[in-house]
């Protein structure tokens, strides 16, 4: 057996044709002297075992040895806590599906299922848009980055904010800050199971974004809630009249049969106690939304200017017996879809804008005067960023019913079925109009009190 030695340590070459390599230290405290330490492993070439043999004398140098065999069983230790902690981590659902099963859950009702599911599949798994629309083009993903392959456990601060960055929130800031709130919740959720310490769904830009377009809706003027409702389909003009003046939801107005109509009394009421449903591609009429917070209807007394509108419209319109739908389709008798209605309601209001447009011009051509601000601010209600949505009716119903009621928070609350006063005052508006009309009697409370007598 051939050996090879240098001042410190010893090399020698086995019967296999490997290197061992071993050597004896007597300076280290604690550490018998004339104890052999021998490599764990052989090595193919000589240079090798040298080598080794080096690095342990380094390690002595710097006072950081140990034994080989303590170092070796350290190392699987170290090596056995990263392979748990790496089971561990693939254990941790990702985002994707642990959103996915957030959104079986049983308290949801299937119309925010179906809206948490595309805001889930769109905005945060960046999934191609299936269709073409203000600020999403089919085919192409709607947001930059999606966090679906981010475990719940890994997801970080920065992740989120970059996630933020890369959403359309210049034309779609409702369904990008509707999607940032089901990402909190999706992430408080794993709060709660434990599976992380603190939600990292924290970015300051996202919570001052707006999360309903509604909000920002000013109310229509009377008198141009009618000349939209005249640009409405004959069967469906009334649908219009009833979210303007009594501030109903779209879904209510499209579930509403004869039998809510109390005509005969000495007050003319309407029942709201049910609303259309639409979900997976189905369309059904069940009970108001605010049932499971204890508000399951609603009885409101009709106005007397609107009660020949309905009468009307239950005379030539409504489908026959108690249950017959005021608004329905032709082809099955089935209520009305949300899109359906949304889209001849948006082109009402075109029309409307358009003869705006054309009574300026020939206002103009005719006496040289351009169009009053109030038209123009009119027009830009009813057309600009994508078009005035049917939900504004409601908030023009609602915004009149405070003014008229003298600011009563209460009445306005049962008129629209909120569930507390604070989201009733959210549907109230002071537009340019109604802020003239009170500097104007602020004016005149003013010249009364310093005219000289």
């Known amino acids: 057996m051939a050996e090879g030695r240098r001042p410190w340590g010893k090399v020698r070459r086995l019967p296999s044709g490997r290197y061992q390599a071993s050597y004896i230290i007597g300076s280290v405290r604690g550490v018998d002297p004339g104890i052999r330490y021998t490599a764990l492993q052989t090595f193919d070439a000589k240079g090798d075992a040298w080598g080794w043999l080096d690095r342990e004398r380094r390690l002595i140098d710097r006072g950081d040895w140990t034994p080989p065999i303590e170092r070796f069983h350290a190392a699987e230790?170290?090596?056995?806590?990263?392979?748990?902690?790496?089971?561990?981590?693939?254990?941790?659902?990702?985002?994707?599906?642990?959103?996915?099963?957030?959104?079986?859950?049983?308290?949801?009702?299937?119309?925010?299922?179906?809206?948490?599911?595309?805001?889930?599949?769109?905005?945060?798994?960046?999934?191609?848009?299936?269709?073409?629309?203000?600020?999403?083009?089919?085919?192409?993903?709607?947001?930059?980055?999606?966090l679906g392959e981010v475990r719940v456990s890994e997801l970080t601060r920065a992740d989120v904010r970059l996630w933020w960055q890369g959403l359309p929130v210049g034309v779609r800031e409702s369904s990008c800050r509707q999607a940032y709130d089901l990402l909190r919740a999706i992430m408080n959720s794993a709060v709660e199971a434990e599976l992380i310490d603190a939600n990292p769904v924290q970015v300051k830009a996202a919570t001052q974004a707006q999360a309903s377009r509604e909000r920002e809706t000013d109310p229509l003027p009377i008198d141009v809630l009618y000349a939209v409702a005249e640009q409405m389909p004959a069967p469906w003009r009334l649908g219009v009249l009833l979210g303007g003046v009594l501030g109903l939801r779209s879904g209510e107005v499209r579930a509403l049969q004869r039998r809510d109509f109390n005509l005969t009394g000495d007050i003319p009421t309407v029942k709201v106690h049910q609303s259309v449903k639409e979900a997976e591609g189905k369309i059904e009429i069940g009970p108001l939304k605010t049932a499971r917070k204890g508000i399951a209807s609603r009885t409101l007394p009709i106005p007397a200017a609107l009660v020949d509108d309905v009468k009307v419209h239950l005379r030539q319109y409504t489908q026959p017996g108690r249950t017959g739908l005021l608004f329905w389709r032709t082809r099955d008798g089935g209520p009305v879809r949300s899109a359906d209605w949304l889209r001849a309601f948006k082109k009402a209001c075109t029309n409307v804008a358009n003869r705006l447009e054309a009574d300026a011009a020939a206002h103009l051509a005719q006496t040289g005067e351009p169009e009053s601000d109030a038209s123009q601010r009119i027009r830009e209600l009813l057309t600009g960023r994508g078009g005035y949505v049917f939900h504004g009716t409601r908030v023009t119903g609602l915004t009149w019913a405070y003014r008229l009621s003298g600011g009563n928070l209460r009445a306005v609350q049962a008129i629209a079925g909120h569930t507390s006063p604070k989201m009733a005052l959210r549907y109230q508006r002071a537009e340019m109009d109604y802020l003239t009309t009170v500097a104007d009697n602020v004016s005149a409370m003013i010249e009364a009190s310093t005219r000289q007598p």
């Open 77 to 146: 230790e170290e090596r056995r806590r990263r392979q748990a902690a790496r089971e561990a981590a693939d254990a941790v659902p990702t985002i994707a599906v642990y959103g996915s099963r957030y959104l079986e859950r049983a308290d949801l009702a299937a119309t925010s299922r179906d809206r948490y599911r595309q805001l889930f599949r769109f905005y945060i798994l960046a999934e191609p848009a299936t269709l073409t629309r203000r600020g999403m083009t089919k085919g192409k993903p709607v947001a930059k980055r999606g």
